[in-house]
């Protein structure tokens, strides 16, 4: 596919510059130089290559084997500005099966590489973790959930405030969801 096609040289000068894997998928019009078209395709190969590197050192972070599902479902969520649910995760999937996605989830989970979130929609939802994130209540922040669209986002710099825990009380989570409009529904 990627030598198939000809594409217009200024778009493809501004993605380069950007460091732009979509350049591969540009409408195209005009014919391009061909060292600028070489040099499209060295920029797309080096910046896929780079990205597969940098999920599966992610993976590796966490004591995970980086199999071809664990990388596409981390993929996904890297990709997801807002928490994803099973559901949404099977839409993106045609033909993974449900289990194998939630399997997935769940390992990433106990691994600490993702959170889950309850919103109050009923469905768990996931988000990726900061780094070095432990999953204590310590560590956990606020979501905000957004009553228009219904996606929910980390507010990571917001830390949920810490409280008095009666003694005798071990809390092992925490969670605090604010409810709105978020910016693209505003
Ligand atoms: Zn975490
Ligand atoms: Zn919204
Ligand atoms: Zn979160």
């Keep these: 596919m990627l030598v198939s096609f000809s594409m217009n040289a200024k778009i493809a000068k501004k993605c380069l510059n ?10 195209v019009t005009e014919p391009m130089r061909v060292h600028l078209f070489r040099k499209a395709v060295k920029a797309i190969v080096v910046s896929i290559f780079a990205k597969y ?27 997801n ?4 649910s099973l559901k949404d995760l099977e839409a993106k999937f045609e033909k993974a099966d449900t289990a194998t996605l939630y399997r997935t989830l769940k390992t ?19 988000a990726l973790c900061e780094e070095g994130c432990e999953c204590a209540p310590q560590d956990q922040h606020i979501h905000f959930h957004c009553v228009e669209c219904g996606e929910t986002y980390c507010l990571t710099k917001s830390k949920i405030p810490q409280t008095q825990i009666p003694s005798g009380f071990k809390a092992s989570s925490a969670s605090m969801v604010y409810k709105g409009t978020c910016a693209n529904c505003n």
């Design 108 to 126: 990433f989970e106990q691994k600490r590489l993702i959170h889950s979130i309850e919103d109050g929609t009923g469905s768990l939802k996931y």
């Design 53 to 79: 590197i940098m999920l599966e050192q992610k993976l590796e972070d966490k004591n995970i084997k980086p199999t071809a599902m664990r990388l596409l479902v981390l993929k996904q969520l890297v990709e």
């Design 18 to 27: 950007q460091n732009k894997v979509t350049v591969a998928f540009i409408a």
């Design 81 to 84: 500005a807002a928490a994803i």
